[in-house]
C-alpha cells in the first residue's frame, strides 16, 4: 500500500506538470490533431508494455462494454474538451477546475454504486461549490466563460469513466484495459481530429525541439504511465479513495504554472481552492472516516 500511495503521489506531480505541457502543445499544434497523436504515442507504449508482459487476454462482452464506455468518457470525450479548453483559459484556472474531479467522482459513486450521502458530503459539496464561486467572481464579477465550461465537462466526464474503469478492472487486468483505452481512444480522437482540422497532421511538423521533447514526456510519462499506475490503483484501492490524490494536482499545476508560464496567482485563486479542498476531503467521505476512526464513541455521543 506504501508502494501505490507513493506511486500515486509522483503520478500527481506529473499530472500537474502535465496541464502546464498541454498548455504550450495545444499553443504550438492544433489541439485536436496533437492530441490524438499524443494518446496514440501514449497508446502504443501502453500496448507494448501489455503485451511485453503476456497479461494480454480476451474480454467478455460486459468487460468490452465497461472498457469501451470507459474509453469514450476517459479517453475522446475528456481530452477533446481538455485541449480544447486550455486554448482558451490560464493553465492555473483549469487545474483548479479539474479539482473538482474527487468530489464529482465520490458523487457519481452514491449515484451508480450505491455508497450513502450523508450529511458531511453534502457539506462537502457546499464547501466545493464556495470554492468554485470563489474561483468565478474573484474579480468582482461572477463569470462563466467557454473554455472554463470545456474544462468542467472535461473533469465531469472523467469522473464517469473511472466507475467504468472500476467495473472492468473487477474483473480483467488494468494494464490491459489502460493499453487498449488508449489505442482504440486515440483512433477516435483522429478521426474527429480529421474533421475540425482538415489540415492539422501537416501542422504537427516544424515544431522546436524542446516542443517535441515536452510532446513525448507528456504522451508516455504523464498518460502512458500514469494511467498505468492510475488505473491499477482505482482496481487495487477504488475509484473514491484514488480519486482524493488528484487534490494534489491543482497544487502542483498552480505551481508549475506560475514558474514555467509566469502566470499570476491570485488571491481569490487560493483561497477558492482551499474551500474546494476541504469540500473534496468531506465530499468524498474522507473526513468522516477519519473522524469516526480517531474520536471515541462516548467524545461523539457528547
Known amino acids: 500500500m506504501f508502494l501505490t500511495y507513493g506511486l500515486m503521489f509522483l503520478v500527481m506531480v506529473s499530472w500537474g506538470l502535465n ?10 499544434f ?7 497523436f499524443r494518446i496514440m504515442t501514449a497508446g502504443v507504449v501502453t500496448v507494448l508494455i501489455v503485451l511485453f508482459g503476456r497479461s494480454f487476454r480476451t474480454l467478455t462482452k460486459s468487460e468490452w462494454m465497461y472498457m469501451l464506455l470507459g ?39 452514491v449515484w451508480f454504486l450505491g455508497e450513502r450521502l ?4 453534502l457539506l462537502g459539496i457546499a464547501l466545493a461549490l464556495i470554492g468554485v464561486l470563489f474561483i468565478q467572481g474573484g474579480a468582482g464579477v461572477l463569470s462563466v466563460s ?14 464517469i469513466s473511472f466507475i467504468f474503469i472500476k467495473k472492468a478492472t473487477a474483473t480483467l487486468d488494468s494494464k490491459q484495459v489502460t493499453g487498449m483505452m488508449l489505442i482504440i481512444g486515440s483512433a477516435g480522437l483522429f478521426i474527429v481530429s480529421l474533421i475540425v482540422e482538415p489540415q492539422g497532421v501537416a501542422s504537427m511538423v516544424g515544431a522546436q525541439p524542446f516542443v517535441y521533447g515536452v ?20 482496481q487495487k484501492i477504488g475509484a473514491g479513495q484514488t480519486a482524493i490524490f488528484n487534490n494534489f494536482v491543482p497544487f502542483f499545476g498552480l505551481v508549475f504554472s506560475a514558474i514555467f508560464l509566469q502566470e499570476t496567482i491570485h488571491m481569490y485563486q487560493l483561497i477558492g481552492f482551499l474551500f474546494i479542498v476541504a469540500g473534496v476531503l468531506f465530499g468524498t467521505g474522507y473526513a468522516e472516516r477519519y473522524w469516526v476512526r480517531k474520536v471515541p464513541i462516548h467524545e461523539k455521543s457528547m
Open 146 to 159: 467557454l473554455g472554463e465550461i470545456y474544462l468542467f465537462i472535461a473533469m465531469v466526464v472523467q469522473a
Open 30 to 36: 492544433p489541439p485536436q490533431t496533437m492530441t490524438a
Open 118 to 121: 450523508t450529511k458531511w458530503r
Open 19 to 28: 496541464v502546464v505541457m498541454l498548455k504550450v502543445l495545444v499553443e504550438a
Open 215 to 234: 510532446f513525448f514526456f507528456s504522451a508516455v510519462v504523464a498518460t502512458a504511465i500514469g494511467h498505468f499506475v492510475f488505473n491499477a490503483a482505482i
Open 71 to 109: 474509453m469514450l468518457f476517459g479517453v475522446i470525450l475528456h481530452h477533446t474538451f481538455l485541449a480544447q479548453g486550455l486554448t482558451m483559459i490560464h493553465a492555473s484556472n483549469a487545474v483548479l477546475i479539474l479539482a473538482l474531479l474527487p468530489l464529482t467522482t465520490a458523487l457519481f459513486a
